[in-house]
């Protein structure tokens, strides 16, 4: 006979996370789930029901979550997968920081709930021994100068298994720990964080944004190889700019980076 599993969401209808949070902006409104297809996928449709900024949607295990570019998501129970509905009044080439500024939440909520130090890959991955914790997937609706809205889906590897496929390139915060760690207490530090850099954000307090990400990230002075839809070049990175675009330095002189997959060399 199969074994009935016992696996319970920690943080379904968890009083313990609504009573104490004391943000302003984020996790004011939360819809906690045990199974839905995608959270960017449910957060899409709240927002048409004219969802407040810095509503959440979480869920224990997504069955069509999605990467970049489309890619396959693999969400099993004991992992975070999230959605941050945001409406921000920044300029639409500046979205990049919106990335950013989510990825140094989550950089320092592991970093104050686990005591690891996280590393930061542009554009939108953390790393822990070069293997991949969390990507963030930021869908973005703009029109020429004005955000609608973005979604900002955040998936991390906390407590789950990591796909056999997936295991050269993926690790857990389990596997680093040895042992398993709170998804209440990370979920709700990744909440306060976020409220916190969000608000210097939408005061356009950009240099504190790129201070940040650049304290947790190895990737300056590294050579890259970057890919995307049509080129492959090679390069040492030299900084962000203050729209979050990488700068490296290659044979063609320094160059500009919006989008692409990076693999250090
Ligand atoms: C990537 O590295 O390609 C981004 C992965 C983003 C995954 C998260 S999990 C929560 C949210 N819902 C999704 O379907 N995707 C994002």
Redesign the pocket.
């Known amino acids: 006979m199969a074994k009935k599993s016992t696996h319970k969401p920690d943080f379904i209808n968890s009083e313990e996370l609504t009573k104490n949070l004391k943000t302003e902006i984020i996790g004011k409104k939360i819809y906690f789930f045990e199974k839905i297809p995608?959270?960017?996928?449910y957060a899409k449709q709240l927002i048409k029901e004219c969802a407040q900024e810095g509503t959440i949607v979480i869920a224990d295990i997504?069955t069509?979550?999605?990467?970049?570019?489309n890619?396959i998501?693999y969400?099993p129970p004991g992992g975070l997968?999230?959605?941050v509905i945001l409406y921000p009044e920044i300029c639409p080439k500046s979205g990049m920081l919106i990335t950013m500024t989510v990825s140094i939440s989550v950089a320092q909520a592991i970093k104050e709930i686990t005591g690891l130090d996280p590393e930061i890959k542009w554009p939108?991955?953390l790393l822990l021994k070069e293997k991949?914790i969390c990507?963030?997937?930021t869908e973005i609706n703009a029109d020429f100068n004005k955000i609608k809205y973005a979604i900002v889906?955040?998936?991390i590897n906390v407590n789950n298994e990591i796909d056999e496929d997936l295991k050269n390139i993926a690790f857990s915060l389990k596997q680093e720990l040895g042992s398993e760690v709170s998804r209440i207490k990370l979920l709700s530090s990744i909440l306060k964080n976020l409220d916190n850099n969000y608000k210097k954000l939408i005061q356009k307090n950009y240099n504190y944004i790129e201070k940040t990400w650049i304290s947790f990230t190895k990737m300056i002075d590294r050579k890259v190889q970057i890919t995307d839809e049509k080129n492959v070049i090679v390069g040492i990175v030299k900084d962000i700019d203050e729209n979050g675009h990488l700068i490296i330095e290659s044979k063609f002189g320094e160059m500009k980076i919006v989008s692409g997959d990076i693999k250090y060399l």
């Open positions: 995608s959270t960017n996928l997504q069509s979550g999605r990467g970049r570019k890619r998501w969400s997968w999230l959605s939108n991955d991949k990507g963030i997937l889906g955040i998936g």
